[in-house]
């Protein structure tokens, strides 16, 4: 069936460490991907997304994903996080149709 | 820039009640869509709808149905709120595109507690 998995339910890193977000999809051929975010009380804003061509995708707020097609895996990163980046976030996939299919959400957790 | 807007922030409601929750958005799009989230289950669709007047079944349509009379205009309806509808709603809209997708613009969602 498919499918996206976050396998991360919750992450904490420090502000200004290197962040990174695991996202797999289980699908025969390669979907539209996207990060979103939602920041407590809010609701999504898209990060970034990829169709097709460069596998590595620029995003808003200095972040960056990464699609590895071999890994079916659309990992979201940031070289450097600060105190506002603390949300939900969910990777999506659109598998073939107009739907968008939400992974389950990590929820970053920044400390000082 | 898109905008959606949802009727209301939070609600609370009793069981039994009928409950309806709007969403407008204000760039001609002609799809929307309405989600529940929950935590640990991510989003989930409920309803979308392509055109007025037209709708279809998302992943989890048990109880609820919708309404869309005006473009702009997608309604949420509980006809019958249960306790297991507790959740935060979102709505969200787009445009359709030949051979390939366009991003999906949320509300801020609506927080409804059924008592």
């Known amino acids: 069936a498919q499918s996206v998995t976050q396998p991360d339910i919750h992450i904490t890193v420090s502000e200004g460490a290197s962040l990174e977000l695991r996202c797999n999809y289980s699908y025969g051929a390669t979907p539209y991907l996207f990060w979103y975010v939602q920041s407590p009380g809010q609701g999504l804003q898209l990060l970034l997304k990829y169709f097709s061509g460069d596998t590595l995708v620029q995003g808003i707020k200095g972040f960056e994903a990464e699609f590895k097609r071999s890994q079916s895996s659309f990992n979201l990163r940031k070289p450097s996080v600060h105190w506002s980046d603390a949300a939900e976030y969910f990777c999506?996939?659109?598998?073939?149709?107009?739907?968008?299919?939400f992974g389950t959400g990590t929820r970053l957790t920044i400390i000082p | 820039d898109v905008k959606v807007t949802q009727s209301s922030r939070y609600l609370v409601k009793r069981t039994g009640e009928k409950v309806f929750l709007e969403c407008v958005q204000d760039?001609?799009?002609?799809?929307m869509f309405w989600y529940r989230q929950d935590p640990g289950l991510g989003l989930r669709l409920i309803y979308f709808?392509?055109?007025?007047?037209?709708?279809e079944k998302g992943d989890i349509p048990e109880g609820y149905s919708v309404s869309r009379e005006k473009k702009e205009r997608f309604s949420l309806i509980l006809e019958s709120a249960s306790t297991s509808q507790t959740s935060m709603y979102l709505c969200?809209?787009?445009?359709?595109?030949?051979?390939?997708?366009?991003?999906?613009?949320f509300g801020p969602g609506t927080r409804l507690t059924v008592l």
């Open positions: 709808s392509y055109d007025v007047k037209m709708k």
């Open positions: 969200a809209s787009s445009s359709p595109q030949a051979g390939g997708y366009n991003e999906q613009f």
């Open positions: 760039m001609d799009h002609e799809n």
């Open positions: 999506a996939a659109v598998f073939g149709n107009e739907k968008l299919t």
